[in-house]
């Protein structure tokens, strides 16, 4: 396998990781849970949604063939409460992951070296493809950090739960007993 068809397979699953972390939050979530704020300047879960679907649909639809930021998006909207159903803000994410991950499963290790444009700025695509995974995780982050601290005592952990790294590492080595070093 060559550097860039490995790169391609890393940065899908990456991505797909990230995303799965905003899933397994959302599981978490009520309706409410999604629009709480904890001071008027801060983001709700559903406007970071809102951001990340627009964003995701700009710069993902005809990567290779149009500037990232589309006619079509309006950024400043995205950051307006949209008071949707629940139903309604998955689906919004559901879109915009989809997009991302079809663009990422057709691109080529050619394709890595190509320039494209972001706002009229010129990224090789591997670039481009490293500033959008820091934006989605760092929208992520947040979006973890909001539902952890709206559920409290009741929220499940998505990673090594605080005093269980021992455990962990015990299950991981049982798991992968016959990888040697």
Known sequence: MTIGKAYLRIVEDRFRRVKEL???TFRQLSKEDFHQTS?????????????????MKSRWSDLLTSDGEKPFRNRDQ???DPHMSKEAILESWEEGWSILLTAI???????????????SEGHVV?????????????HVGQIVYIG??????????LSIPKGKSKE?????K????????
């Open 39 to 55: 001071q008027e300047q801060s983001n709700s879960i559903a406007i970071i949604v809102k951001h990340l679907s627009g964003n």
């Open 174 to 181: 049982e798991i992968h007993q016959d990888r040697a070093f």
């Open 22 to 24: 905003g899933d397994n």
């Open 126 to 138: 591997l670039e481009a493809i490293e500033r959008q995974m820091a934006h989605y995780a760092y």
């Open 78 to 80: 995205e950051f307006e």
């Open 168 to 172: 962990y590492e015990k299950e991981m």
């Open 105 to 119: 499963g057709r691109l080529t290790e050619e394709d890595l070296l190509k320039t494209i444009y972001i706002r």
């Open 148 to 157: 952890k601290e709206s559920k409290g005592e009741q929220w499940e952990s």
